[in-house]
């Protein structure tokens, strides 16, 4: 049983279009996260809910939007792609209930190519 | 804002060759993490330190976290080829804010 699971795997888009990446745990954590990992494999925080509330928004440009409609999920919304926002895109869910010790798991990525 | 390096960027050593990567932040932590990532994959979590002056074993790998709780470190003895891949540590000030170093890309070649 996959324990975090995003999809889909791979993403190929023209610029402008609007996609969703969509992620799902079965870990029963209370705490889910959005990271950007670029080319150079940098890996960014861009986003953290605990408990369906928005606790972690970092600076991501407002074409960004994710959305929590349970504590299983966290989906993840982009309007209009840009060449820029080409990535691999990482969910990962910890347990949410001692915030400085949190061991994360990570799914494995969408793959993100905007032409 | 809070920044996480580590250095060296990139590593490219012998099979059973030693291997240390290192973390330094640029405020105190609470706690530091560290996870492997192997290429094509995603990141994995290796270990957590919480205490100043920690260090914790698991087989060939040794993990310190530095007294003055700001740095850590990662030595890997004898490498093998699974060892390749990329060591990111993560460091939090006590929120569910993890900052991720930048990242050591290790080769081992046979």
């Known amino acids: 049983d996959t324990a975090v699971s995003q999809t889909p795997k791979y993403l190929v888009t023209q610029m402008g279009n609007d996609k969703s990446i969509k992620c799902e745990q079965n870990l029963g954590h209370d705490t889910m996260y959005w990271y950007k990992q670029d080319s150079k494999k940098f890996l960014k925080i861009m986003f953290s809910y605990n408990n369906k509330e928005l606790i972690i928004n970092e600076t991501v440009p407002n074409r960004f939007s994710p959305k929590s409609p349970d504590k299983a999920h966290l989906n993840l919304h982009i309007n209009s792609l840009e060449l820029g926002d080409s990535a691999v895109y990482f969910c990962?869910?910890?347990?949410?209930?001692?915030?400085?010790?949190?061991?994360?798991?990570f799914g494995p990525g969408t793959r993100l190519l905007v032409l | 804002g809070q920044q996480v390096m580590q250095i060296p960027q990139y590593q490219h050593v012998q099979e059973g060759e030693d291997f240390t990567t290192y973390c330094n932040s640029s405020?105190?932590?609470?706690?530091i993490q560290w996870y492997k990532q192997r290429p094509g994959g995603h990141p994995v979590f290796l270990i957590q330190l919480v205490k100043s002056g920690e260090v914790k074993k698991q087989k060939r790998l040794t993990f310190q976290f530095g007294e003055a709780k700001k740095n850590s470190s990662l030595h890997i003895t004898a490498t093998q080829t699974t060892d390749v891949g990329t060591y990111f540590c993560?460091?939090?000030?006590?929120?569910?804010?993890?900052?991720f170093g930048t990242g050591t890309r290790l080769k081992v070649l046979a």
């Open positions: 405020t105190t932590l609470s706690n």
């Open positions: 990962a869910s910890s347990p949410g209930r001692t915030r400085n010790q949190e061991t994360q798991y």
């Open positions: 993560a460091g939090t000030s006590g929120t569910y804010k993890y900052i």
